[in-house]
């Protein structure tokens, strides 16, 4: 028995940028969602800017998740269909 070392090191590289690459789009689409929070004052803290307008925060959110489910679903078609 033999391990293709070259073989391993190329899925656990590819499982490990696709995992990357899903928590960090879902990350900025919760970032993106927070544009829509209502802003809370707080007791002594200094009133803090909006750093994205709600729609724009809306779009970038959607266009993360549709990254992320992109990413979930050439996944699942490279493990059923190959």
């Known amino acids: 028995m033999s391990i293709h ?3 391993l090191l190329a899925v656990f590289l590819t499982s490990l940028g696709a995992t990357l690459a899903f928590v960090a789009l879902v990350a900025a689409a919760l970032v993106g ?3 829509r929070a209502p802003q809370l004052a ?3 803290a200094a ?3 909006r750093t ?3 729609r724009v925060g809306t779009a970038v959110a ?3 998740l549709g990254g992320a489910g992109a990413i979930v679903l050439v996944g699942l078609w490279a493990m059923i269909m190959r």
């Open 33 to 35: 969602l927070s544009a």
């Open 52 to 54: 994205l307008p709600p």
């Open 5 to 7: 070392w070259g073989s």
């Open 47 to 49: 009133p803090r800017g």
């Open 62 to 64: 959607a266009a993360c």
């Open 42 to 44: 707080a007791c002594d």
